[in-house]
Each structure stands twice: as structure tokens, then as C-alpha cells.
């Protein structure tokens, strides 16, 4: 089925629509804001409902998950977004510098602020950051390795994070965690598929058929060789259903005597989204 036959995507739960009035509220509370973007889905992973909202607070912009992108393409994005001046940090939210390069981060943010309280002869405050952005760009696992702790659940699935709270980070700065928030409707369909692929919104939300074959056409456009390196298949220019049918080939995968189609999608799609077919990027430049 083609990309333009597919209506368009509605995903905007109550929690959501609360969580985003939250924002609203508690945004001119902070000195900074931190937005987390998937590194794999730059352009899709930016919600505009939190753009409006950000103004001109001092913005530290995160592409997590970049071990899992594209390296060149990711620093492309990273180019790409500073021309617009945002200050800009491509990290593995698991990496062993990472709490590192956001504390520095965060005080070369706040330091006009902090200069102008020694100005004034007043004791500088730690800066109050908020951290937003979408559903599982890896809010909650950034807050645990900042806090050393655990101090916000963390779980693969769109919707975890439903409630704000403050975390204190040692005597540097303070945390406002939020929900990840989706915008209301997605009219660019790729966008919406790109957010399914990557599983910040349900899959179910997408029929699997439709995914796959946005995966596919893109892989066999940008990294035909990742078909072969995963699944050993030699001629990407047959068509996608073929495709599917050596991935159930090549895996064992039948319903009875045939080789099961929809065990191979949902193989294809959960490999993909693990980062097992490779450091892929969907959204390019």
C-alpha cells in the first residue's frame, strides 16, 4: 500500500493534552531547557506544540541515541541545527561522558544568569532546567544517569512518564521531568511513520504492512547493504513482499507448510527498532 493512502494519524491521548498545558505553566519557572530528539528522526522527533512554548529560554538540544543513527548523517542534523544557534549535543544517553558534557552544557547555558546575580551581589541559584520532548527519546534515562539514581521510571513504550517532578542533581542544578508529548495529529505521514518505526508512538497505529514497506524502500534507497548483512539477502530490486519472504526464509519463520509473511514484519520491524540491521537514520537532509 502506498504512503499516500494512509488517512491521517490522530495520537493524542488525555494525558497528553494535560501534560502539555503543565509545560505551559511551569516553563517560566526554569532558566533552561533541555530537548531530547531522537538522532535517528531529527526533524520528525520535533514537536512544534514545545517549540511555541520554549520562546527564547537558553535551549540545550540533545540528539540521543545516536549510536543507533547514521554517524554522518547525525552530524549533518548537528550542523544543521546550530546554524540556527541552538546549542547542540549529539550523546549516548548511556555513555560514560555524558553526565559530564550536560553539566557543562548547563553552566555555559546559565552563566549570563549567574553572572548578573554576582553582578547584583546576590548568591547564584542552581539553574532549574526543564527536560521535554517527545515519548521515549530518552528523558527518564538521562534524568537516572544525571541523578544517579533512580529517580524516573524508565520503560520502552510511548506514554511511561506521566507526572512532572522536580530532581535535584547533586548542588549543580535541578530537573523538571515531563510526560513526552506528542502534537495532536501528524498530516506528513512519514513523519508519523518515522515515530512508529522508532516506537515513539504504538506500531499498531500504523498497519505493519504499511511500515515495512517505508523501512524497506528506504533501506533499499540509502543502506542496501543492510539487507544483505542482516538477512543474506543478495537482489534488493525485487519487490518488498519477496523481500519479507527471504527474511522468513532465511529465519525459519512458517504458518504450517508456507512461509509466514507477518512473523517476517514484525522480525523486520523489531530488528530495526533495536538497532540490529544497523545504525540507520530515516530522516535525512
Not at 553539566?103 to 553582578?119: A, M, N
Request: net charge positive; glycine share 4%.
Amino acid at each position: 500500500m502506498s504512503q499516500t493512502s494512509m488517512n491521517n494519524i490522530h495520537w493524542f491521548p488525555g494525558h497528553m493534552k494535560k501534560a502539555l498545558n503543565q509545560i505551559k505553566e511551569k516553563i517560566k519557572l526554569v532558566d533552561i531547557i533541555i530537548e531530547i530528539i531522537d538522532a535517528r528522526i531529527p526533524f520528525s522527533s520535533l514537536n512544534p506544540d514545545l517549540e511555541k512554548l520554549i520562546n527564547d529560554k537558553p535551549r540545550l538540544l540533545i540528539l540521543s541515541k545516536s549510536d543507533m543513527a547514521d554517524e554522518k548523517i547525525t552530524q549533518q542534523w548537528a550542523n544543521y541545527f546550530s546554524t540556527l544557534n541552538y546549542r547542540v549535543c549529539t550523546l549516548d544517553l548511556k555513555g560514560k561522558t555524558t553526565r559530564k558534557i550536560i553539566s557543562q552544557e548547563i553552566g555555559y547555558l546559565y552563566k549570563t544568569k549567574k553572572d548578573i546575580f554576582i553582578k547584583k551581589g546576590m548568591k547564584p541559584q542552581p539553574p532549574k532546567a526543564m527536560i521535554i520532548g517527545i515519548p521515549n527519546v530518552g528523558k527518564s534515562t538521562l534524568i537516572n544517569l544525571l541523578a544517579k539514581r533512580s529517580a524516573a521510571g524508565v520503560e520502552n513504550r510511548p506514554g511511561f512518564t506521566r507526572a512532572q517532578q522536580w530532581i535535584k542533581v547533586d548542588d549543580s542544578f535541578y530537573l523538571l521531568d515531563t510526560p513526552g508529548v506528542l502534537p495532536m495529529n501528524y498530516d506528513d505521514k512519514q513523519k508519523a511513520a518515522n515515530l512508529a518505526l522508532t516506537g515513539a508512538i504504538r506500531e499498531d497505529i500504523l498497519p505493519n504492512h504499511i511500515l515495512c514497506d517505508i523501512l524497506l524502500n528506504h533501506l533499499k534507497t540509502h543502506y542496501p547493504n543492510s539487507l544483505f548483512k542482516r538477512f543474506k539477502i543478495n537482489d534488493i530490486n525485487i519487490d518488498n513482499q519477496n523481500i519479507l519472504f527471504e527474511i522468513a526464509r532465511s529465519r525459519g519463520l512458517k504458518k504450517g507448510a508456507d512461509f509466514d509473511l507477518d512473523k517476517a514484519m514484525i522480525v523486520l520491524l523489531k530488528e530495526f527498532k533495536s538497532g540490529e540491521i544497523g545504525r540507520i537514520s530515516l530522516d535525512w537532509l
